[in-house]
Structure formats: C-alpha cells, structure tokens
Nanobody, 115 residues
Framework: QVQLVESGGGLVQSGGSLRLSCAASGNIFRFIAMNWYRQAPGKQREWVATITNGDSTNYADSVKGRFTISRDSAKNTVYLQMNSLKPEDTAVYYC?????????WGQGTQVTVSS
C-alpha cells in the first residue's frame, strides 16, 4: 500500500513562490503517473499537473509557465514548484499517484495566496 504526504503549503503574497512536496511511502516503482490536483472551497477538484515515470510532464492551462512538477526517485518524492502565484491559486493541493489499477491520494496541503 502507498501513502502520500504533502507538505510545503502556506501563506504567500501574490507573485510569490512556494514549493510543495509529496513524500511517498511504500513501493511506487511501478507507478504510472503522479499528479497534483487542487480544490478551492466550494469548487470542484481540478487537475494541475502530471509527471510520468518517464518524466514527461503536462500542466493545466491555468498554471502553465508558472508551475513545474518534478520528482526525485531516490527520495520517492514529487514536487510542485509554484511561481508567480495568484490569489486564484488558493486551494488545498493534493498529491495523487496512479499505481497499476489503484489511485492513491494524499491528505492535502493548504496554499493561500493573498492579494
């Protein structure tokens, strides 16, 4: 079984940066993709970014050019570098991992961007 724990969220001013981390426990050697999602209060959870085990990446249009997803296989950790943050980026950010037929979710980390 895989467990995912997000960290790095916090309060930042518009234009600032944060780096989120998602530490995975358990064997994710066979992972298909790892993702970041976010959910603002009263809104649907939305996909933010994806990284595959071949290190290809994809981003939602809303964050493209500002966010970067990466991973460190040795540390079983995926990162989301968030630059040029906007108030509309405020949300709980969730790490997600697709391993075979099973999808795992972290508990989320709060990101708040003030204007």
């Amino acid at each position: 079984q895989v467990q995912l724990v997000e960290s790095g969220g916090g309060l930042v001013q518009s234009g600032g940066s944060l780096r989120l981390s998602c530490a995975a426990s358990g064997n994710i050697f066979r992972f298909i993709a790892m993702n970041w999602y976010r959910q603002a209060p009263g809104k649907q959870r939305e996909w933010v970014a994806t990284i595959t085990n071949g290190d290809s990446t994809n981003y939602a249009d809303s964050v493209k050019g500002r966010f970067t997803i990466s991973r460190d296989s040795a540390k079983n950790t995926v990162y989301l570098q968030m630059n040029s943050l906007k108030p509309e980026d405020t949300a709980v950010y969730y790490c997600n991992a697709r391993v075979s037929i099973t999808t795992y979710w972290g508990q989320g980390t709060q990101v708040t961007v003030s204007s």
